[in-house]
């Protein structure tokens, strides 16, 4: 047998093992990149309990928080394979697969939790969700509302971006997040989720980007001292589902995963206004230190907009999807 076959022929078995396990499945994995107890847990929950009643418990979700199934970028790839049912992940970690979701992370471009729901849950949402399938293999079917990703490091308060100099930023295999630290003066330190933690922990990296929640849930406060309320990107976690998988379906299990991403998707958003400042206070009595970024963020806003968006009009489907969005956006 050549090389070509040997490698070719257990990957296609497995594949067609993986394929036929889906169809008969009736308990669904889903992975969660971050630990129980933030905004993917609670879609993910949320999604488990509506789905199972809606298919009168025929069909079960277990859930696996903590990156267990593997990194988030990973969870695309099995899921598009078909070896993994479901996942929730950030948005930034889908957009290597399928480059147009990346105007959902173009910097300063979603404003508010408003934005955030527009644009989700209309029709450039619709739109999105068709390019993943297309792209991707993946079809997006909830979304998590995490909030904004604020800056935290352990070394000292930052609010100028040239309080950044010298530091080693953690942030998401993800073109666009690069491109705006180095915008913002600095070469950011890319970086599996998994990894990140531990990365903080033992000071390989002095900071990293996140919603309140999410730095919460991961427990980030008990290796991260400051934090920075930049609003560069506001964090959409969207809940996937293989698309093989999908097909493997009959109509009504079909109907009902649609169903119960629509009413999770609802629930995050409330979770999100009741939670958010809450946990923000928590941090806060837990020692964790909180600035504002100077002169109301401006001079993070304009470098960001200025030399980070130009740079993406080609992947993200032309300076037009841009445009599209921010007329929706009513700017
Ligand atoms: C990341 O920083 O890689 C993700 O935003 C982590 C997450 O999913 O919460």
């Known amino acids: 047998m050549n090389f070509r076959k040997a490698v070719l022929v257990p990957v296609l078995a497995a594949s067609l093992f993986a394929t036929a396990q889906g169809a008969l499945a009736t308990t669904f994995k889903m992975a969660l990149g971050d630990a129980a107890g933030g905004t993917q847990w609670e879609l993910g929950q949320k999604f488990k309990t509506l789905f199972e009643q809606k298919t009168g418990g025929k069909h079960k979700v277990d859930l696996?928080?903590?990156?267990?199934?593997?990194?988030?970028?990973?969870?695309?790839?099995?899921?598009?394979?078909?070896?993994?049912?479901?996942?929730?992940?950030?948005?930034?970690?889908?957009?290597?697969?399928?480059p147009t979701v990346g105007?959902?992370?173009l910097p300063y471009v979603i404003q508010s939790a408003e934005d955030a729901r527009e644009?989700?849950?209309?029709?450039?949402?619709?739109?999105?969700?068709?390019?993943?399938?297309?792209?991707?293999?993946?079809?997006?079917?909830?979304?998590?509302y995490s909030g904004f990703r604020v800056l935290t490091n352990s070394k000292r308060p930052v609010?100028?971006?040239g309080d950044l100099k010298g530091m080693v930023i953690r942030v998401p295999k993800n073109e666009i997040m690069i491109a705006t630290y180095q915008a913002?003066?600095?070469?950011?330190?890319?970086?599996?989720?998994?990894?990140t933690f531990t990365a903080l922990q033992q000071r390989v990296v002095d900071g990293q980007d996140n919603p309140y929640i999410t730095v919460s849930a991961m427990k980030f406060n008990e290796v991260q001292k400051y934090v920075t309320n930049i609003?560069?990107?506001?964090?959409?976690?969207?809940?996937?589902?293989?698309?093989?998988v999908f097909q493997d379906q009959k109509p009504?299990?079909?109907?009902?995963?649609?169903?119960?991403?629509r009413e999770a998707t609802e629930y995050s958003f409330q979770y999100l206004q009741q939670t958010e400042d809450r946990i923000r206070k928590e941090l806060a009595a837990k020692g964790m230190q909180i600035s504002d970024?100077?002169?109301?963020?401006?001079?993070?806003?304009?470098?960001?907009?200025?030399?980070?968006?130009?740079?993406?009009?080609?992947?993200?489907?032309?300076?037009?999807?841009?445009?599209?969005?921010?007329?929706?956006?009513?700017?």
């Open 103 to 105: 105007v959902l992370t």
């Open 293 to 331: 970024p100077a002169n109301g963020e401006k001079e993070w806003m304009e470098k960001a907009t200025a030399q980070v968006w130009p740079k993406f009009y080609a992947s993200i489907g032309g300076k037009d999807k841009l445009d599209k969005v921010l007329k929706t956006l009513g700017r």
């Open 159 to 161: 609010t100028s971006v």
């Open 119 to 144: 644009l989700t849950l209309g029709e450039i949402g619709k739109e999105l969700t068709a390019n993943t399938v297309r792209d991707a293999g993946v079809r997006i079917v909830g979304w998590a």
């Open 184 to 195: 913002w003066g600095i070469n950011p330190t890319p970086m599996a989720w998994t990894e």
């Open 64 to 98: 696996f928080p903590n990156g267990q199934l593997g990194d988030e970028q990973n969870t695309v790839n099995n899921a598009a394979l078909g070896t993994l049912d479901f996942s929730v992940l950030a948005i930034n970690n889908v957009t290597p697969f399928s």
């Open 231 to 244: 609003r560069y990107i506001f964090s959409l976690e969207p809940l996937i589902v293989s698309e093989q």
């Open 252 to 261: 009504e299990v079909q109907k009902a995963i649609l169903e119960a991403g």
